[in-house]
Each structure stands twice: as structure tokens, then as C-alpha cells.
């Protein structure tokens, strides 16, 4: 049973530029949610994407945008990338209505470098 | 606003030597508490769920519980390869998970 794959898992990129960041959730899984990791600290929640739709944000700005297919894959997109954001980007799949619907499980991440 | 602490930042063991990490939280409609294990690089490996307090999960060398405040994992003769950092997080009624900062955990042989 594959688990929650990111791709790609290292990135490098220049200020001003966007990047689009990509996962599939475990199999049965219909919730994807990214998290923002910066070194030394915990994830921190971007958004949840739930039947297509985002369902809840965080505290990050429009720059952040992402998409839910309806194969419950997503994408994370990032425009006018700025130092700062540089991170390891997370993705999460929880299994929606069944089991608690809340447990949510990690990809490896992509680690993004903004130079 | 969700918040969560961990405690300590960092603690260095003797293999064997148990001890406990500590989470504090406030959580608005918490539906769930959660524990997972980071190595370095790698994303968060998933080890318990806990719902309501009084409520403890055990897991090999790994045992967590609940109060009203605040989340122990106690670990117990503990092995070079628990070294890691344990992140605790809650999970509440606006479905995002809140997350601590972690504890860097090092047990040394």
C-alpha cells in the first residue's frame, strides 16, 4: 500500500520566480493538507483541500495557492517566491469520513531552497 | 488561537535511561492529540492518536498519554535508534493540525 508520495523531493529556485509542488495521498485517502516546515521548527498549517475545495487556510499570504484533482491528488503553488520562503514543504492525507477522519499522514516532503 | 508547547527542546539519554516528554496544549474543540517521530529530512512518521483524556496507547518502547492540559510519551529503555525528534500536535475542530516545536531526542550508546 503506497503511502503519501511527494514529488519532486529537492528544488532550487530564484527570488521572484514560482514553483508548483506535487502529492498523492495514501490510497483512500480523500483529505490533503500542506504544512510549511522551516528548520528547527514545527510544521506550520498552509490549507486542507476536501472534495476539490479548500476547506481551511492558514496564516499565509494569496502567493500560496493550490488545487485538489478528482483523483485527490494536489498541488501546492507558490508565486513570487521570496527567501523565506524556503522550507520543507509537506503534504498530509487523512482518510476524510472513514476511520476518525482526522489522523493525518506525511509525505517525505519537498525540500524547496529559494537563492 | 491553537497552541502547543513541547518540552524539553532537547534531551540526551543513556541507552537504557527512561524519561518523558512533555506536551502542553490548548486546542479549541480538540478532536485529537497527536504524537509523531521526525528523523532529519524525512517527513513525520505517524505513532499515536489520542481522543479524550485518560486515554494511553503504547507502542514498543513508546507510551503515550492524555490529560485535559497536557500529553506525556514516555519512553522506556530507550535505544540508539529512537533518536529523533518526537512533535506533538493537536488537532481541533477547524480541522488543521497545531503543531509544537518538537523535542530533539538523542540517545546515545
Known amino acids: 500500500d503506497a503511502g503519501v508520495t511527494q514529488s519532486p523531493t529537492h528544488l532550487i529556485k530564484t527570488r521572484g520566480q514560482q514553483v508548483t509542488l506535487r502529492c498523492s495521498p495514501k490510497?483512500?485517502?480523500?483529505?490533503v493538507s500542506w504544512y510549511q516546515q522551516a528548520l528547527g521548527q514545527g510544521p506550520q498549517f498552509i490549507f486542507q483541500y476536501y472534495e476539490e475545495e479548500e476547506r481551511q487556510r492558514g496564516n499565509f499570504p494569496d502567493r500560496f495557492s493550490g488545487h485538489q484533482f478528482p483523483n485527490y491528488s494536489s498541488e501546492l503553488n507558490v508565486n513570487a517566491l521570496w527567501l523565506g520562503d524556503s522550507a520543507l514543504y509537506l503534504c498530509a492525507s487523512s482518510p476524510g469520513g472513514q476511520g476518525d477522519g482526522i489522523t493525518q499522514y506525511f509525505g517525505a516532503g519537498t525540500r524547496l531552497s529559494v537563492l | 488561537e491553537d497552541q502547543v508547547t513541547q518540552s524539553p527542546e532537547a534531551l540526551r539519554l543513556q541507552e537504557g535511561e527512561s524519561s518523558s516528554l512533555n506536551c502542553s496544549y490548548t486546542v479549541s474543540g480538540l478532536r485529537g492529540l497527536f504524537w509523531y517521530r521526525q528523523d532529519p529530512g524525512k517527513g513525520p512518521e505517524f505513532l499515536f492518536t489520542l481522543y479524550s483524556a485518560g486515554e494511553e496507547k503504547e507502542k514498543e518502547r513508546l507510551k503515550a498519554t492524555l490529560t485535559k492540559k497536557e500529553s506525556f510519551l514516555h519512553i522506556t529503555a530507550p535505544k540508539p535508534e529512537d533518536s529523533a525528534t518526537y512533535l506533538c500536535a493537536g488537532g481541533g475542530s477547524n480541522y488543521k493540525l497545531t503543531f509544537g516545536k518538537g523535542t530533539l531526542l538523542t540517545v546515545n550508546p
Open positions: 490510497s483512500g485517502h480523500d483529505t
